[in-house]
């Protein structure tokens, strides 16, 4: 019996298969030619170029199989390219060799060892790829930059290890390690965060840091036209804190948080722990008064308010600042950019201090509340020169207090009642003199 030969369509399928697989082989054997060439890296360079609008610079790549290694890769940005400029040392990437039938060159394992960037706006459109007979695409599947410093207007990042997923429109970026410089805060260390790249716009989420001065702080937020900021902080020094100038009366650690808008407008609220006072003239007048040094710089029990910082001015309001068993101060305060400030407080103070200070309750703290004896409080002037307008009024109720108690018994004890009367008169009418 005779033996069925294939059908005809059946050796030509398999002949164009066998052909085709020795078209791709040495498809890709030449492409491989093509790669160790100086040509290869001139296309690279054009690729990367005409994606980012930049100029580029690529030194000759050093092949181990389907890896190759390029020394350094310089990129430089016109007005209208996102990318200002970036340097790049030590880049290693593996090639897909398969995906070159697709007409893809396809990079995996992309790794930096130091990568320099500088950022700008406005973003610029994608030119066209043009057409060549090498395949029309790059594709990469995400990088590894062990030292990397990123720069964004006024943003920084020194030091930092990234972790780069491309995505449509952009990249994702996993920071661990470095410094952040940011507008307002103190230089951060990252312990870890995610930035979302998508054209000039980014967004941070999962951010949390260590302040270099202590404390801790969360971030999240967003730049572009509708940028924002919002921050979290737990023990961080007063002298880390934007407004420099409150460094010069106040001290301890400030827990709160706040958000920053698209203008550079600051909003939150802060709580100080373990603080005291510095130079605040109305505690300066209380120790001359009980000679009292300790008086000067009492610990405070409890400091907290709201803020509000804009245009070099900042109001805190809401406040609510106790020394145990001292003092406690409510109301609302300006400081003004150059330390000028405007205050309108209430000073409470308890019954063992009003008894060192005879008529300072009737003329002065006559407002008994919550367990406090209060008076109004005017503050101008600036922190390191302040004006208030409680010490005259108290060295002026103290004085009458004293020569009205003491003063008193004296003259009874030396002249008839009716006279003893009429210079307790002539007293009174001349003590208001006593506080100008």
Do not use: Y
Request: proline share 5%.
């Amino acid at each position: 019996m005779r033996r069925r030969q294939p059908p005809r369509c059946v050796w030509k399928g398999l002949f164009l298969s066998v052909a085709g697989l020795i078209a791709v082989a040495a498809s890709a054997g030449w492409f491989q030619l093509f790669a160790g060439s100086q040509a290869f890296v001139d296309f690279l360079s054009r690729r990367i170029g005409e994606a980012t609008g930049t100029m580029v610079r690529m030194q000759p790549l050093r092949w181990e199989g389907a890896s190759a290694r390029c020394p350094a890769i310089a990129l430089q940005g016109t007005d209208t390219a996102r990318i200002r400029s970036l340097d790049a040392a030590g880049v290693s990437a593996r090639w897909d060799w398969k995906a070159l039938g697709r007409g893809l060159w396809r990079i995996e394992a992309v790794s930096v060892d130091t990568l320099d960037v500088v950022l700008q706006t406005p973003p610029a459109s994608t030119p066209a790829v043009k057409s060549s007979a090498a395949p029309s695409r790059i594709e990469w599947t995400g990088m590894e930059v062990r030292r990397a410093n990123l720069a964004f207007e006024s943003h920084r990042l020194s030091q930092s290890r990234l972790d780069l997923v491309p995505v449509s429109g952009g990249f994702d970026v996993k920071a661990r390690g470095g410094i952040l410089h940011m507008p307002g805060l103190p230089p951060l260390e990252v312990l870890e965060g995610t930035v979302r790249q998508r054209g000039a716009d980014f967004e941070l989420s999962n951010a949390r840091f260590r302040s270099l001065q202590g404390g801790q702080l969360e971030a999240s937020g967003r730049t572009g036209r509708a940028s924002r900021l919002d921050v979290s902080w737990a023990g961080i020094p007063t002298e880390s804190l934007p407004v420099q100038e409150i460094d010069g009366w106040l001290d301890g650690n400030v827990s709160g948080s706040a958000t920053r808008s698209a203008d550079g407008h600051w909003q939150g609220r802060f709580e100080v722990a373990g603080g005291s006072l510095r130079r605040v003239a109305v505690l300066d007048q209380v120790a001359a008064f009980l000679d009292d040094p300790a008086l000067r710089n009492p610990r405070l029990k409890e400091f907290r308010g709201s803020f509000d910082v804009q245009n070099e001015r900042t109001l805190l309001t809401a406040l609510a600042l106790e020394s145990d068993g001292l003092v406690r101060i409510e109301g609302t305060l300006t400081i003004h950019r150059g330390g000028a400030i405007e205050g309108d407080l209430q000073v409470g103070v308890p019954d063992s201090l009003l008894r060192h200070f005879p008529g300072a309750r009737e003329e002065v703290f006559s407002t008994a509340w919550n367990g406090w004896n209060w008076a109004p409080l005017s503050l101008g002037g600036t922190l390191e020169n302040p004006t208030e307008n409680l010490s005259n009024r108290l060295a002026t109720a103290v004085a009458k207090g004293v020569i009205m108690k003491h003063g008193s018994r004296i003259l009874e004890q030396v002249a008839p009642p009716g006279a003893a009367d009429a210079v307790r008169g002539v007293l009174e009418s001349l003590l208001p003199s006593l506080g100008q």
